[in-house]
């Protein structure tokens, strides 16, 4: 791919096969991390775990793929998307049926490592292919749509899983998430496009160099970064909170799941397309102000009922997902297409190390006590409030850097250093 080319210009037709292969992708990956956050509570009573050893189940799928990231970030533009996506999706798909045989906690732990390595590749080429074919000034929108895989797996995805592991037990999730993922490689072997995105004369070393020693690219990845840690600290005891301090049945977690995933479906594509017609940074800044007052006030709900339960998981969801569209398109604005591959999967490998960070610390101020009742979850609504407004902060530094990754309709690229340039 030469160097100077922003985008490959698809079909329209083929456009959206290859938006809704990728949304089917970024389905799987997204609900093999988020069928963990439903599962605790049972995951909790069948493995006698204590809510920070739970934390940390969750967390290693972060840090895997945070390292697998960073690596990565060495390499992934040697190689065309396709041949990439397939490949590291493959990993993904075995180790999800790794953890659905996995006979204990520890094994299940060795299981989710792996997924995580493969899945934080997976879901950076994904965003990678998103900036190679579809031009800035629709960005937002194709973000949104594929992002729109975050509600689809909680409608869907959650209830299907937990009314499984309600019959069947917490393996068998995972048995589906694996047999998906062997159906989207096959659809995504016949659909995704061969895209000449390989850089000629790649060199790792000067590559990495590029990707980070750019001020650009360093506020962009900040962003990234911060952008996941509000919802990081909050969503791993969010359906466990729900039982234990809201009154919510296991059985009724499904109801709640799937009025929020479908109320954040239908907002999605409305951000969307204001994240491609208004100055991003503001989109950004009001809904995170609704995003605090939506944490804070979850975060201390008492015993409720499954009606006003429900109300609120909508809200949190249309304000958590409705912050990614205007800032992912920020970051994959800000990098220049010769550098998108690595860029997007060191973007990934800090997004990932974030979230694993964000769950640890919310085990560190979550306990429970001998009623079952989870204690200090109120002050985590305050930190993930802290966390929102320094993703506007760090938003705001990068608009002020580079201008165009905030305007719509913006086909100017970033100035980035070339290789000679960045290993002189």
């Not at 991390?33 to 909790?44: C, S, T, V, Y």
């Not at 970030?73 to 396709?82: A, I, L, S, V």
């Not at 180790?95 to 493969?118: D, E, I, S």
Request: hydrophobic content about 55%.
């Amino acid at each position: 791919m030469p160097a100077t080319v922003d985008h490959h210009a698809l079909p329209k037709g083929r456009e959206t096969a290859t938006l809704l292969t990728l949304g089917t992708v970024q389905f799987t990956h997204v609900l093999d991390f988020m069928i963990m956050m439903p599962l605790g509570a049972q995951l909790m009573r069948v493995f006698d775990l204590t809510p920070a050893q739970f934390t940390h189940l969750v967390a290693c799928y972060g840090l895997a793929a945070a390292v697998s990231g960073f690596i990565g970030g060495f390499f992934m533009d040697r190689f065309d998307r396709k041949k990439a996506l397939l490949f590291t999706y493959t990993g993904f798909g075995l180790a999800t049926l790794a953890c659905g045989l996995a006979p204990n906690h520890h094994w299940l732990l060795v299981a989710r490592l792996v997924a995580g390595a493969f899945g934080g590749l997976s879901g950076s080429l994904v965003s990678a292919m998103i900036g190679d074919i579809i031009p800035p000034e629709r960005r937002g929108r194709a973000t949104s749509f594929v992002m729109s895989a975050f509600p689809v797996a909680s409608v869907l995805g959650v209830p299907a899983g937990l009314i499984l592991a309600g019959k069947f037990g917490w393996h068998a999730p995972f048995f589906l998430l694996a047999a998906c993922s062997a159906a989207n490689f096959a659809l995504a072997a016949l659909v995704l496009p061969h895209l000449r995105t390989a850089v000629l004369d790649h060199q790792p070393i000067r590559q990495m160099r590029a990707i980070l020693s750019d001020g650009i690219h360093q506020r962009a990845l900040a962003l990234g970064a911060v952008l996941i840690m509000g919802g990081g600290c909050l969503i791993p005891f969010l359906a466990p909170s729900m039982v234990a301090n809201m009154g919510i049945s296991e059985t009724q977690l499904p109801i709640a799941y799937a009025v929020g995933g479908v109320c954040a479906f239908i907002s999605m594509p409305l951000v969307g397309w204001l994240s491609d017609h208004m100055d991003r940074f503001r989109l950004l800044l009001w809904i995170s102000v609704a995003a605090s007052v939506v944490a804070i006030v979850m975060t201390r709900l008492g015993v409720s009922s499954l009606a006003f339960v429900s109300v609120m998981m909508a809200l949190f969801m249309v304000t958590m997902s409705g912050r990614f569209a205007p800032a992912m398109t920020m970051v994959t604005n800000a990098v220049e297409a010769r550098y998108r591959g690595g860029f997007m999967a060191v973007n990934a490998a800090l997004q990932q190390a974030a979230s694993a960070f964000a769950n640890v610390l919310a085990g560190v101020f979550v306990t429970s006590d001998a009623s079952g009742h989870l204690l200090g979850y109120p002050v985590l609504g305050y930190v993930a409030v802290g966390f929102f407004a320094a993703t506007v902060l760090v938003a705001a530094g990068l608009r002020r850097a580079a201008p165009h990754v905030a305007l719509p309709g913006q086909r100017i690229l970033p100035l980035v250093p070339s290789p000679a340039k960045a290993a002189a």
